[in-house]
């Protein structure tokens, strides 16, 4: 399944919907369960714990039937006397001789076990589900995080953020409670039979004979409500993304007073959750009373036919007491099973969205047999490179072709939409060239390893992005450095001088997205990002375009100064920018229309000639 497929399942509908709405629980809620084989020690005690667990409680209403028995003088008579024959001799002795002390202390010690290994169980159940959760959630991570740029485009932060937060912990619920709802139901019913049979087999098909209706009532209420559910998850993720997008936008959305139109966004998505929640509501409210009907026939017949067959003598007293009691831990699960189905129809909508995630696979990837770049960038080169983007008929790049050695600088400028950032892109291999080849000391692009073409470039955006924390946590930005590294960084990129002035200097926090800083002191803080990295190869996309003239003048003077055998590709609408370079390209829709320095260019009286005029003002004076 190529990404596109895969990112589609993640933030709309299954393609696969139709034929998967009608199963029970799905497939897709099975592929957590290879999680837990790592844990599969704690997972072996919870369920062996579990089931012990299960067996003590029924335990001590054993206990109680043969106390009944004995007070009422029939100790020995009925079928619960039979069942004395798995006792222990030791156990029947101490019975025998201190009757009332140890029917009390039986029963005690039932609840003890009970409480003990319950205890032990739920331990084990839950750490493993956050255990699990973790796994999975770190899992998806990876994932999102090895595609490629292309896959973000038309995909919002929100509806991905709903998928590792809420959806995986839908999961965990599913590890730690829907497992052991399970293990409580399939144990309970397997002792409460064993035991019960032992006692009356009559009485038994009285009691388990009606609960083979739960099964289609089951059935009906799973197909009904999965995708319901499903669409629930989805409602979820969309209002996640338009409170994102309200939440980093609330200075646009305050300054063009859009509070209310924003609010009726919510609104509408909201709403989506809201109709899909009352229809999984209402299914599950038709199916729970049947449950509570089941419960009701059956305490009916079995009092009805219990008290026949204990005036009849088939049954004494005491047995017929430890069946009523037994009932009650039986319909508990009966109401549980409805609980259980309802839990994992919702893991099962979970489910699809986050092992869609975990299955992302990146279009752009190293080949088998790419190979790790030795040593710095030297050369870069578009050889004939045409490109256009995913999902559009027009072409972005036509034709490029141009060469940039060890120490050079390369300038691009251009309109709007004339394809300069492109270029970026595809040296940063965002996306793949459609024809043609980018080169890297020769060699095409695509036979070197993502991670050692990267380890040599340093990026900086016309957008430059500060995650939250301090500016020493944004310079220093995944990698080690030194004091003397991190001043060095600041220096050349000119943020030395307002970093010093700070009360907290290099401590400060710069907010979420950097913003307590203004837009040249977030410029400049990502460009010492990228210097720290001591790069053989410096990408600036706009990257002045916040700065005024004399601070780009200095932070020019600084690179140029220190980057002697560094190459440097510049993309600038302001043409003070690149004025310095080797080379400049001239692009008008994706073609290179004049090239050459900047007085070649300024006297061609083309395109880049006319861009100078208007920037200077010459323009304007003639």
């Given at each position: 399944m190529s990404s596109t497929q895969h990112g589609a399942s993640i933030g709309n509908s299954d393609d696969g919907e139709n034929e998967e709405s009608t199963q029970i629980l799905g497939r897709r809620i099975w592929r957590i369960f290879p999680y837990v084989r790592p844990y599969r020690r704690r997972a072996t005690v919870g369920i062996a714990t579990n089931?012990?667990?299960?067996?003590?409680?029924?335990?001590?209403?054993?206990?109680?039937?043969?106390a009944v028995d004995y007070y009422s003088g029939t100790a020995s008579g009925g079928r619960l006397g039979d069942f004395r024959i798995f006792l222990d001799e030791n156990l029947l002795n101490l019975i025998s001789d201190e009757q009332a002390l140890s029917y009390g202390i039986l029963i005690f010690l039932g609840f003890v076990g009970l409480a003990i290994f319950q205890g032990v169980s739920d331990f084990c159940w839950q750490t493993l589900g956050y255990k699990v959760q973790h796994d999975l959630r770190l899992d998806a991570t990876r994932s999102l995080i090895r595609m490629e740029a292309s896959y973000y485009d038309l995909r919002q932060t929100g509806v991905l953020m709903s998928v590792l937060s809420s959806d995986v912990n839908q999961l965990e619920d599913v590890i730690s409670d829907s497992s052991t709802s399970i293990i409580r139901i399939f144990t309970t019913f397997i002792t409460a039979f064993a035991i019960l049979m032992m006692m009356s087999w009559k009485l038994t098909a009285v009691l388990f004979g009606p609960l083979v209706l739960i099964f289609p009532m089951v059935y009906l209420f799973s197909t009904r409500v999965q995708r319901k559910y499903r669409k629930q998850r989805?409602?979820?993720?969309?209002?996640?993304?338009?409170?994102?997008?309200?939440i980093s936008g609330i200075s646009v959305v305050q300054a063009y007073n859009a509070q209310e139109w924003e609010t009726t966004r919510v609104s509408n998505e909201s709403e989506g959750y809201r109709d899909q929640a009352i229809g999984a509501s209402l299914d599950r409210n038709r199916f729970i009373p049947g449950l509570y009907s089941v419960a009701g026939i059956v305490y009916g017949l079995l009092v009805s036919v219990g008290g026949w067959l204990m005036k009849e003598g088939d049954i004494s007293t005491g047995a017929f007491v430890t069946f009523l009691l037994i009932m009650t831990r039986l319909s508990m699960p009966l109401f549980i099973f409805g609980m259980l189905v309802n839990q994992l129809q919702r893991g099962e909508a979970a489910a699809r969205r986050v092992i869609a995630m975990v299955d992302l696979e990146p279009s752009i990837v190293d080949k088998v047999d790419a190979t790790a770049l030795e040593g710095p960038i030297e050369r870069i080169e578009f050889n004939?490179?045409?490109?256009?983007?995913?999902?559009?008929?027009?072409?972005v790049l036509n034709g490029i072709n141009f060469k940039v050695g060890q120490g050079g600088f390369l300038g691009v400028m251009g309109h709007t939409g004339a394809g300069k950032s492109t270029i970026l892109k595809l040296i940063l291999r965002y996306y793949e060239p459609d024809s043609g080849e980018v080169l890297i000391n020769g060699r095409n692009i695509q036979d070197i390893t993502l991670n050692s073409v990267r380890e040599q470039m340093g990026f900086v955006s016309q957008d430059p992005f500060l995650f939250y924390g301090s500016i020493r946590d944004n310079v220093v930005y995944s990698r080690d450095a030194s004091e003397e590294e991190i001043e060095i960084a600041l220096r050349l990129a000119g943020a030395d001088e307002f970093v010093i002035d700070m009360e907290n200097g290099i401590n400060t926090l710069v907010g979420d997205r950097g913003v307590m800083l203004s837009g040249g002191q977030r410029a400049r803080i990502s460009l010492a990002r990228a210097m720290l990295m001591k790069p053989s190869f410096l990408i600036l996309d706009e990257a002045s375009s916040a700065l005024d003239a004399e601070t780009e003048r200095r932070i020019q003077s600084n690179l140029l100064g220190t980057g002697e055998s560094r190459i440097t590709i510049a993309v600038a609408h302001r043409l003070s920018t690149i004025r310095n370079a080797d080379e400049i390209l001239s692009m008008v829709d994706g073609a290179v229309v004049e090239r050459g320095t900047h007085d070649i260019l300024v006297a061609n009286d083309g395109v880049y000639s006319s861009q100078w005029a208007i920037q200077t003002g010459a323009l304007e004076e003639e």
């Open positions: 089931m012990l667990a299960r067996i003590f409680d029924l335990v001590p209403f054993i206990f109680i039937g043969f989805e409602s979820t993720g969309g209002i996640n993304a338009v409170l994102e997008n309200v004939d490179v045409h490109f256009t983007y995913p999902g559009t008929d027009t072409a």
